[in-house]
């Protein structure tokens, strides 16, 4: 091993953070991805909930917009809310206690 070439290499005597912009960074015009089975776990999560009987307020995300609605029930497609407004499961991109 010893005879091998020395290798130049310039010393590091400042702190690298070169692709802090890259990786943290958002566009404005990103299209946010909607992942299904999150979806459905958070759904399943909110009305195995014990301390939640029949209404339970949640931030429902949208592609486009977010609105807080109060749920009171869930068939296999849709959640109900309390004015009886059928909320389609697939269009939910995200959905959290309000």
């Given amino acids: 091993m010893k005879d091998l070439p020395r290798v130049f290499a310039n010393p590091i005597d400042r702190g690298i ?5 890259f990786s943290y960074g958002k566009l404005e015009n990103e ?11 958070k759904i ?3 009305f195995k909930n014990d301390s939640t009987l029949y ?5 429902i995300k949208f592609e486009t917009n977010e609105e807080k609605y109060t749920i009171i029930g869930k068939t296999s497609n849709n959640l109900v809310t309390k004015t009886q407004k059928l909320i389609p499961i697939r269009e939910i991109y995200d959905i959290e206690l309000a």
């Fill in 17 to 21: 953070n070169n692709n802090r912009s």
């Fill in 31 to 41: 299209r946010q991805v909607r992942d299904e089975h999150a979806v459905l776990a």
């Fill in 44 to 46: 399943d999560k909110l």
């Fill in 55 to 59: 209404a339970i307020d949640c931030i």
